[in-house]
């Protein structure tokens, strides 16, 4: 019989200052893991958000360097958890590269460096006549999918990479039992397509998916001119068979969900559509 494993994931609203960021995060991590959580998951952009490039430059670092990542693995290592930073930006150290990281940290209970994983896809859209994003401007995309061997076999993912489902099927193939899908949504698409899409997901790979996110209108301490940027919140747990688990809401908190191991076999026994591929002409 598997057993069961607590996951606590942990809904931000960052602001432009990862100084002030950083305490309040480690609050709600420090939260989850008395609640009972082996396994503690961070939303996209969980030391900054809504910064622009000329402060990006100035207050962004290195992995090497970053405050919020050494505070984090020494969380993990003081709390004994596996650990999900959602994403972190960082400078990449590359001096032919101008643009930023916007990596996935996956920690283990020895605050060791798991596994590392760079948002694929960038959200370069147009929302509506006012609302443009150009993520690709800022950051640099990642080149290779990652699977992870954490608390279960986990698919690393972030936000916009939702909308492209081959990614997690590969995922799921390679052995994925959950996909991790930390964001920062915005709220106009995320108020029409975050829920169908994880539990889309869900369903076509019998997979967990775990969606920690950011919510609510993100500060502007530095830059209190700057428009402020809003996130739609409702981080989500879903399980193999497209059931939500919890629902994180409108605020910043913690929700707790029970993993069950056996509920993905028992969903892709029921439809094992990840071994019906086929091959086929056209179009």
């Not at 952009?45 to 670092?61: K, M, P």
């Not at 747990?237 to 059931?243: K, L, N």
Request: with cysteine.
């Amino acid at each position: 019989m598997s057993e069961t494993i607590t996951a606590g994931l942990v809904q931000l609203s960052v602001s432009d200052d990862p100084g002030r960021n950083l305490p309040v995060t480690r609050a709600l991590i420090r939260e989850a893991a008395q609640a009972g959580a082996s396994w503690v998951l961070t939303p996209e952009a969980t030391n900054v958000l809504g910064a622009s490039r000329e402060l990006q430059d100035r207050i962004l670092h290195t992995e090497a360097e970053d405050p919020t990542l050494a505070a984090l693995r020494q969380d993990a290592r003081d709390l004994g958890i596996w650990l999900l930073i959602g994403s972190l930006s960082l400078k990449t150290g590359d001096p032919a590269e101008t643009r930023f990281a916007n990596r996935s940290f996956l920690i283990a209970p020895d605050g060791g460096i798991k596994a590392r994983y760079d948002k694929l896809h960038m959200f370069d859209v147009t929302v509506s006549d006012s609302e443009t994003y150009r993520e690709s401007a800022a950051f640099r995309p990642g080149d290779r999918a990652v699977l992870a061997q954490g608390p279960m076999p986990i698919g690393m993912t972030v936000c916009y990479d939702l909308r492209f489902p081959q990614l997690y099927r590969r995922l799921a193939i390679a052995g994925a039992e959950v996909l991790t899908v930390p964001a920062a949504f915005n709220d106009t698409t995320g108020a029409a397509h975050w829920e169908v899409l994880l539990r889309a997901r869900a369903i076509e790979t019998g997979c967990f998916v775990l969606a920690p996110a950011q919510c609510g209108t993100h500060a502007s301490h530095a830059e209190p001119e700057r428009r402020p940027r809003r996130s739609y919140g409702h981080s989500l747990a879903v399980d193999p068979w497209g059931r939500v688990l919890a629902d994180g809401g409108d605020e910043p908190g913690v929700i707790l969900v029970t993993l069950d191991p056996a509920a993905v076999l028992g969903a892709r026994s029921r439809i094992p559509s990840l071994t019906h591929d086929r091959n086929f002409a056209g179009p």
